[in-house]
């Protein structure tokens, strides 16, 4: 087995990280960013006051541009295109209906009017209930109502311990319903995926951390915001959501291929004996850790940190990801190599608490 330290790493002291918060303050306020400087101050965890995340996410995202002086016309950009979505996208097809009518109007005579309604023949067949035409506003709701009905279903679902996304409050119905928009958008911009069950747990944070931002200006544009950086995410994993690939290199079995042949490298002895020995394979536990960028393996908050690493690799998150999933085996392989069958699956599919920092750090070493 190759060597790499388990051992953790020396708590850093109070100084060390007034200092490590003082750079990061200092490289976001330059008028053009250094973003490998950047990345390197933002994997070891970006501070949580201050709205700094927010900023230094949307950065990392590639959301905001490195020079400050362009982010208040690149954002206004961005805010008026997703606002145009939502007016493309989400309209009901009775509104369309009756725009559509209302314009209509002012080329209809008194002839073709009776008792203040109009004539059925007015009604066009791309404007009927009925119509089954590629352009009916009407076929294309109720071609995504299914999506519609599971993207609210999960939603509902996320994070049912955080007053933030769950509960009776007005704030939370509002962000729930931010999800949801972000994700139907989402899903009629990319026919080929749609909406694959699991999205809203990888949105999730990244709509708490823009909409937790002091700035109110910023707060108030989380959704749109929260929409362009889940498709940059979501670029970089896109395959792994892709059914069709799913069996190809790229797929989601490619990148399951790719950790099994990692903790070979690291610790053979611990891969044969849950591969071969115990017959535990990376698609009974590492599928939702991969797929759900390992939204569902911590509490909410040592998520976020997790994100901090993933978002700062400047290769995109997969490889960083893939190391994370390796360090979270190496740290409780003598479980594993004392464990049968069960005992090893329940372990990996229930994850115990652990010290992030530690594990990270173990991660970074297996480079």
């Known amino acids: 087995m190759a060597s790499s330290p388990r051992s953790p790493p020396p708590a850093p002291t109070p100084e060390f ?41 949307k950065l990392l995202l590639g959301y905001l541009p490195n020079d400050r002086s362009l982010w208040e016309q690149e954002l206004a950009k961005k805010r008026a295109q997703y606002a145009a979505f939502k007016d493309e996208f989400l309209r009901n097809p009775v509104e369309i209906a009756r725009q559509v009518q209302t314009e209509g ?26 119509s089954l035409g590629k352009t009916s506003a009407w076929n294309q709701f109720f071609e995504y109502s299914e999506i519609m009905e599971q993207i609210d279903r999960d939603v509902k679902r996320t994070h049912p311990d955080m007053h933030f996304f769950c509960g009776d409050s007005s704030f939370a119905k509002s962000n729930q319903e931010s999800l949801k928009n972000v ?65 190809s290199a790229v797929g989601i079995r490619g990148t399951l291929a790719k950790l099994s042949q990692l903790v070979a490298k690291y610790d053979r002895e611990l891969q044969q004996h849950l591969e071969i020995t115990t017959e535990v394979n990376p698609q009974f536990y590492a599928f939702r850790w991969i797929t759900l960028l390992l939204t569902q393996e911590f509490n909410f908050a ?16 997969q490889e960083t990801l893939l190391r994370i999933c390796c360090a979270m085996l190496i740290l409780v392989r003598k479980r594993l190599l004392a464990g049968d069958f069960t005992s090893n699956l329940k372990l990996l599919q229930n994850y115990p608490p652990t010290n992030i920092s530690h594990l990270l750090y173990v991660a970074n070493k297996l480079q």
Request: proline letters at 4%; one cysteine or more.
């Open 17 to 57: 990280e007034i200092s490590r918060q003082s750079r990061l303050f200092a490289a976001l306020s330059k008028k053009v960013i250094d973003l490998d400087e950047l990345r390197m101050l933002a994997a070891q965890g970006v501070p949580d006051a201050a709205g700094v995340r927010a900023t230094v996410w």
């Open 105 to 130: 109007h002012h080329n209809v005579s008194a002839e073709d009017v009776d008792n203040g309604f109009l004539h059925r023949s007015e009604v066009t067949r791309e404007e009927h209930p009925l």
């Open 183 to 247: 994700l139907l958008i989402f899903a009629k911009l990319n026919a080929g995926i749609r909406y694959v069950q699991g999205m809203n747990e990888i949105l999730a944070p990244l709509f708490f951390v823009f909409r937790s931002d002091p700035d109110d200006k910023n707060a108030k544009f989380a959704e749109a915001d929260s929409f362009f950086c889940f498709v940059e995410l979501l670029s970089g994993f896109r395959d792994n959501f892709c059914q069709k690939l799913d069996n």
């Open 302 to 317: 040592d998520t976020i940190h997790i994100w901090d690493t993933l978002l700062s690799d400047p290769d995109g998150p």
